[in-house]
C-alpha cells in the first residue's frame, strides 16, 4: 500500500522581533527616589510633563519633574499595631528628612545618578504653577503666591487649608558629600533603605516588593550581601 510522505513546514523566523513596550522602561534613579519616599511615607507622583502654550497657538514641553512627595503628618510605622508599647519598635524614621510632626511636607524633587543639582526648567514659573496646581488644595494661598516663595526660597511654609502649615521644597536627589533640606544624596538613600530591610525584616517576610530598585535592595539584605562604600565617593 502506497504511502503518502509526511510534509514538513519549516518555521522562518528571521523575522522575528521581539516586542518593546516604552511604558515598561524603568528609570532606575527614579524608582529608588520613589521607593525610598514612599517608605517614608509619602505620596508620591512621578515623571509627568508640564506643557505650555507658545506664541502662534501652538504649545511646548517646558520640563519633565522626576518625582513629587507629599508626607502628611504623624508617625509612620511598619506595620500596624496598636499595642503602645510595641509601636516604638515599628517607628520608620529618616532624620535626613527633617519632618516637623505638624507640617505637611511637599518636595518637588530632580533625580540626577551623577551631581545632585536641579534642571534650571525646575525653577520656572510654569513648571511650579503645574505641580503646585495638582495639590492645590491642601494649600489656603493662591497658586501664585506659593510658587512665587518657593521661588524667592527653595524652602518655604504656606498655610494649609483647615489650619496648620505646609513645608514645599525643591530637592536635587543625586552625587552629594551633604545632606540638607535641598539635596538628599543617593548614597545615603541607599544605606536607608539597606537598613529599613535589615530591621524590619521580620516585618516584612510576607510583604511583596514590586519596585525593581527596593525589591533588588531587599534581595541583596536576604541574601547576606554586604554593601559598602567607597572611600572618597
Sequence with gaps: ???????????????????????????IG??????????NGYFTL???EVQRQVQGGGYETVTDVDVMGIRYPGELLAAEEHDPTRRERLLVEDEVLKLNLDDVDVIIG????????????????HTLHAVINRIQWLYADPTHDVV????????????????GS??????????????????????????????????????????????PS??????????????????GL
Design 214 to 231: 527596593a525589591a533588588l535592595v531587599r534581595l541583596l539584605v536576604k541574601t547576606g550581601f554586604s554593601v559598602k562604600k567607597l572611600d
Design 30 to 39: 527614579i524608582d529608588l527616589i520613589e521607593s525610598y519616599l514612599r517608605i
Design 110 to 125: 530632580e533625580v540626577k545618578q551623577g551631581k545632585a543639582v536641579w534642571n534650571p526648567g525646575l525653577t520656572r514659573h
Design 46 to 48: 512621578t515623571e509627568f
Design 166 to 211: 505646609i513645608r514645599t521644597r525643591l530637592v536635587a536627589f543625586g552625587r552629594s558629600p551633604h545632606n540638607d533640606l535641598n539635596t538628599i544624596s543617593l548614597t545615603h538613600v541607599f544605606e536607608f533603605l539597606v537598613g529599613y530591610f535589615e530591621e524590619f525584616d521580620d516585618v516584612l517576610k510576607p510583604a511583596q516588593i514590586k519596585a
Design 1 to 27: 500500500m502506497a504511502t503518502t510522505p509526511v510534509s514538513t513546514r519549516s518555521i522562518r523566523c528571521e523575522h522575528w522581533r521581539p516586542t518593546f513596550d516604552e511604558r515598561r522602561v524603568v528609570d
Design 148 to 163: 512665587k516663595k518657593l521661588q524667592d526660597n527653595p524652602v518655604c511654609f504656606s498655610e494649609a487649608r483647615g489650619g
